[in-house]
C-alpha cells in the first residue's frame, strides 16, 4: 500500500469477457513492490464468470476492489472508464487493460514517475498466441525478458535511469497510461460519443494536452505485458482516428459527452 506519499493511487483496470486473461492480470498485481491505494475493474458487460473472477480477487487481497459494470450493448470502453474514473478516490489513475500483466514494479514505476500537470502514455510488450495458451493455463506466470513467447522484447527491458531520455516520444495506449483524476474531471473523462473500438485513448489525451496538460512517455519502465488475442472489428478504425488526430490543437478541451452524464 502507498504510505509517506502526497497522493493516492488507483488502478484502473478495464475488461470484458475474458476471465481467464483477468485472472492472470489480477495475480500480477499482488506482486507488486508497491500496492495501489484502490483498484477498480470498469467491466464493459461481461458475464458472471468475470464477477466470480473478481470476487475470489477479493478474498486474496486487503486492497480494495471495486467492480463497475454495466450491461453489453456493444464495445462502450470510453463510457465504462468514465464510470470507473469516477468512482476513483484516489487522486492519480494508472490505467490498464485486463489482458496486461505487470512487471512487479509497475506501480512502483508509475509513481516515481508522476508529475502535476503531466499524463504518461507507457510501453508494451506482447505474448505469441502459442505463449498466451500456456501462460492462461498456468493462471499464475511472472513474465521476464527472456521468455521466449515475447514479441517486442525490447520493450520488456527495465532500466529506469533510461527513461527520462524517452518522455517526449509520441505515443500514448489507453492499457498503459496514467493521469491526476482532477485533469481528467477537467476534460469530462473520455467521449463516450466514439462507440466502437479506436482511439478514444487518443482523443481523450488530445484534449489534455489542449487543456496545458504535458504528455510524457514511459519506456525502460512500468513494463507491461499484453496477452494475445483476437482483435476486435475496427470498422470505424480509419474515422476514430482521424477524428482524434484533429482535436489537437482545436481548443476543444471538454467533450460533450462524459463524465458528466453520470454525476
Not at 514479441?151 to 500514448?172: Q, S
Not at 473523462?189 to 466514439?194: F, L, V
Request: with cysteine.
Amino acid at each position: 500500500m502507498i504510505q509517506n506519499k502526497s497522493f493516492t493511487v488507483a488502478l484502473l483496470i478495464s475488461t470484458y469477457n475474458y476471465p481467464t486473461a483477468l485472472r492472470v492480470c489480477l495475480n500480477s498485481i499482488k506482486r507488486q513492490t508497491l500496492m495501489p491505494n484502490e483498484i477498480i475493474i470498469a467491466d464493459d458487460g461481461s458475464k458472471n464468470d468475470t464477477k466470480e473472477v473478481i470476487e475470489q480477487f477479493r478474498k486474496e487481497t486487503s486492497t480494495t476492489v471495486k467492480h463497475v459494470w454495466h450491461e453489453d450493448k456493444g464495445f462502450r470502453l470510453a463510457e465504462i472508464r468514465n464510470r470507473g474514473i469516477i468512482e476513483c478516490e484516489s487522486d492519480y489513475i494508472i490505467q490498464i487493460d485486463g489482458d496486461i500483466l505487470l512487471d512487479k514494479h509497475f506501480i512502483e514505476d508509475h509513481v516515481r514517475f508522476a508529475k502535476k500537470g503531466c499524463f504518461v502514455g507507457g510501453s508494451r510488450t506482447r505474448f505469441s498466441e502459442d505463449a498466451t495458451k500456456e501462460i492462461l493455463q498456468l493462471q499464475d506466470f511472472t513474465p521476464y525478458f527472456t521468455y521466449k513467447g515475447l514479441e517486442i522484447r525490447e520493450n520488456a527491458i527495465r532500466c529506469t535511469w533510461l527513461t527520462p531520455l524517452f518522455f517526449n516520444k509520441k505515443r500514448i495506449i489507453g492499457c498503459n497510461m496514467a493521469y491526476w483524476k482532477k485533469d481528467a474531471m477537467a476534460i469530462n473523462g473520455y467521449n463516450e460519443d466514439i462507440i466502437g473500438w479506436g482511439h478514444e485513448d487518443l482523443e481523450f489525451a488530445n484534449r489534455m494536452r489542449n487543456n496545458g496538460i504535458v504528455r510524457r512517455h514511459l519506456k525502460f519502465c512500468a513494463i507491461g505485458y499484453h496477452i494475445w488475442h483476437k482483435f476486435q472489428p475496427r470498422i470505424d478504425d480509419a474515422k476514430h482516428l482521424a477524428y482524434a488526430r484533429s482535436i489537437y490543437g482545436s481548443g476543444i478541451i471538454r467533450c460533450a459527452k462524459g463524465i458528466d452524464s453520470h454525476l
